[in-house]
């Protein structure tokens, strides 16, 4: 049985490796950033070095070093998905989060199973795959029922040419039998943020609700992988304490997984607290994130765990967003809407649960990251032939898993094009499409125009 203290976050041990690493050098970074090169991870001493990087010069060489590994293991593919927020009911007294308990100015609602339908049908409509099925932590009067049965729902909406085809869900810690019956919901993903590591500042920004049990949170992995679902994302808002501690709490909590179940997290997620109604905390952050701060966050955990996913949601800008697809983001989310019913009707900015930083459509995000010559990808192949957790990365440390990725990342992204892109985005697309297909090694190229044929042809769902 895998434990449920917690214990596994050593506070003093970060403490000291934080210490130790003040006295690196130029030629200590460089002896780290040469170690990841070779694409088998970093330990907390390294990942500490490289945190003390200011010069910038060796900022460019981190940046530069970490372009490199992703781009070796996950090439120029872009994930895209929707976060869909079926309820902001909350028991939680969270004092960075809009939808804590005792904030009065926010608008209680959590969505119908009807409502939750036509938000699914307005995400088809926008050319969708995946979906972050997310909810405030506590449920309608169905209690967790409420949950499988919007899962459900999700699943069995089909709309013209389209469909969801991968539900993730971010929901509240759940027991071992309540994760079993997720698991038989076909999940992808079960995704839950410690929100901080550090025990002093978890009780100080958790006044109440079954969150302030520290214990019960940080072992939800566990329970959840116990329950088979070996998928699982994990994740720190930054701001609330300091992030080079939070980054080595963040790798304690990989290398238990790993040590407990043979596999670390499928996805690591990278939000920085924003305004949100009701929270001063939100807008004030206690330890404020600076952009190149933050470029050096996700740059260090592609170079620490180079084959976990790294998610950037639209909490960030547009720029921020373009300059960490090199870094390390391989996952995005893109027309966001934080508010139960955000999406099929007008946006309530009093019912969602924090400010959004790129407001840009699903079109415009695909159609930018084209430009840029990434691929945008609504691939959930994966996840339908078995190839998740501990299969996933026998695959993908050697770098088979790209044999896959990249075909099933042009057919789904040529299905986008043809059923929902604008004319211009459509232009873009195939030019992008193009390159791609030029800079392939043969038997990948050969596959993704078997692939695109056939969705040329009219098939869809394709992949390999």
């Given at each position: 049985?895998?434990?449920?203290?917690?214990?596994?976050?050593?506070?003093?041990?970060i403490?000291?490796?934080?210490?130790?690493?003040?006295?690196?050098?130029?030629?200590?970074?460089?002896?780290?950033?040469?170690k990841?090169?070779?694409?088998g991870?970093?330990?907390?001493?390294?990942?500490?070095?490289?945190?003390?990087?200011?010069?910038?010069?060796?900022?460019?060489?981190?940046?530069?070093?970490?372009?490199?590994?992703?781009?070796?293991?996950?090439?120029?593919?872009?994930v895209?998905?929707a976060?869909?927020?079926v309820?902001?009911?909350?028991?939680?007294?969270?004092t960075?989060?809009?939808?804590?308990?005792?904030?009065?100015?926010?608008?209680r609602?959590?969505?119908?199973?009807?409502?939750?339908?036509?938000?699914?049908?307005?995400?088809?409509?926008?050319?969708?795959?995946?979906?972050?099925?997310?909810?405030?932590e506590?449920?309608?009067?169905?209690?967790?029922?409420?949950?499988?049965?919007?899962?459900?729902?999700?699943?069995?909406?089909?709309?013209?040419?389209?469909?969801?085809?991968?539900?993730?869900?971010n929901?509240?810690?759940?027991?071992?039998?309540?994760?079993?019956?997720?698991?038989?919901?076909?999940?992808?993903?079960?995704?839950?943020?410690?929100?901080t590591?550090?025990?002093?500042?978890?009780?100080?920004?958790?006044?109440g609700?079954?969150?302030?049990?520290?214990?019960?949170?940080?072992?939800?992995?566990?329970?959840?992988?116990?329950?088979?679902?070996d998928d699982?994302?994990?994740?720190?808002?930054?701001?609330?304490?300091?992030?080079?501690?939070e980054?080595?709490?963040?790798?304690?909590?990989?290398?238990?997984?790993?040590?407990?179940?043979g596999?670390?997290p499928?996805?690591?997620?990278v939000?920085?607290?924003?305004?949100?109604?009701?929270?001063?905390?939100?807008?004030?952050?206690p330890?404020?994130?600076g952009?190149?701060?933050?470029?050096?966050?996700?740059?260090?955990?592609?170079?620490?765990?180079?084959?976990?996913?790294?998610?950037?949601?639209?909490r960030?800008?547009?720029?921020?967003?373009?300059?960490?697809?090199?870094?390390?983001v391989?996952?995005?989310s893109?027309?966001?809407?934080?508010?139960?019913g955000?999406y099929?009707?007008?946006e309530?900015?009093d019912?969602?649960?924090?400010?959004?930083?790129?407001?840009?459509s699903?079109?415009?995000?695909v159609?930018?990251?084209?430009?840029?010559?990434?691929?945008?990808?609504?691939?959930?192949?994966?996840?339908?032939?078995?190839?998740?957790?501990?299969?996933?990365?026998?695959?993908a440390?050697?770098?088979?898993?790209?044999?896959?990725?990249?075909?099933?990342?042009?057919?789904?992204f040529?299905?986008?094009?043809?059923?929902?892109?604008?004319?211009?985005?459509?232009q873009?697309?195939?030019?992008?499409?193009?390159?791609?297909?030029?800079g392939?090694?043969?038997?990948?190229?050969?596959?993704?125009?078997?692939?695109?044929?056939?969705?040329r042809?009219?098939?869809?769902?394709?992949?390999?």
């Amino acid at each position: 049985m895998a434990p449920h203290d917690g214990l596994f976050i050593d506070e003093s041990s970060i403490v000291h490796t934080l210490e130790h690493a003040r006295a690196a050098d130029a030629a200590a970074v460089r002896d780290v950033l040469a170690k990841a090169r070779q694409l088998g991870g970093l330990e907390a001493a390294d990942m500490a070095v490289l945190m003390n990087v200011s010069d910038p010069g060796l900022l460019a060489e981190l940046f530069s070093t970490a372009e490199r590994v992703k781009d070796t293991i996950y090439g120029r593919r872009l994930v895209l998905f929707a976060p869909l927020y079926v309820s902001n009911l909350c028991a939680n007294e969270c004092t960075y989060c809009a939808f804590r308990a005792r904030n009065t100015s926010l608008v209680r609602r959590a969505l119908s199973q009807e409502e939750i339908a036509r938000e699914i049908r307005t995400l088809i409509d926008q050319g969708h795959k995946r979906v972050l099925l997310v909810a405030g932590e506590s449920y309608p009067k169905q209690g967790f029922q409420y949950v499988l049965d919007c899962i459900d729902t999700i699943y069995g909406v089909k709309n013209g040419p389209g469909e969801v085809r991968r539900v993730n869900a971010n929901v509240a810690p759940l027991t071992l039998d309540e994760f079993r019956e997720l698991k038989a919901r076909k999940i992808g993903t079960y995704q839950l943020f410690q929100e901080t590591y550090h025990h002093q500042t978890y009780a100080a920004v958790h006044l109440g609700g079954k969150k302030r049990d520290y214990a019960w949170r940080v072992t939800a992995m566990d329970r959840a992988m116990e329950a088979g679902i070996d998928d699982v994302g994990i994740g720190v808002l930054f701001g609330l304490f300091d992030w080079r501690f939070e980054l080595l709490a963040l790798m304690q909590h990989i290398r238990h997984l790993e040590a407990a179940f043979g596999v670390g997290p499928h996805t690591i997620s990278v939000p920085r607290l924003e305004p949100a109604t009701g929270s001063d905390l939100a807008s004030h952050p206690p330890h404020a994130v600076g952009d190149v701060d933050f470029r050096k966050i996700v740059a260090i955990l592609r170079l620490a765990v180079p084959y976990t996913g790294i998610i950037m949601s639209t909490r960030e800008s547009a720029n921020i967003r373009r300059e960490t697809f090199a870094l390390g983001v391989s996952q995005i989310s893109a027309g966001s809407r934080t508010n139960p019913g955000g999406y099929a009707e007008d946006e309530r900015l009093d019912a969602s649960q924090f400010c959004l930083g790129d407001h840009r459509s699903l079109d415009e995000v695909v159609r930018d990251v084209a430009s840029l010559g990434y691929i945008p990808s609504f691939c959930t192949g994966c996840y339908r032939l078995g190839r998740t957790g501990a299969d996933f990365m026998d695959l993908a440390k050697p770098g088979d898993i790209k044999q896959h990725c990249d075909p099933n990342g042009l057919s789904t992204f040529l299905e986008y094009l043809l059923d929902y892109a604008t004319p211009e985005t459509r232009q873009v697309g195939d030019r992008c499409i193009a390159q791609a297909l030029e800079g392939m090694d043969e038997w990948p190229r050969a596959r993704s125009r078997q692939l695109m044929e056939r969705v040329r042809a009219g098939e869809r769902d394709v992949y390999c």
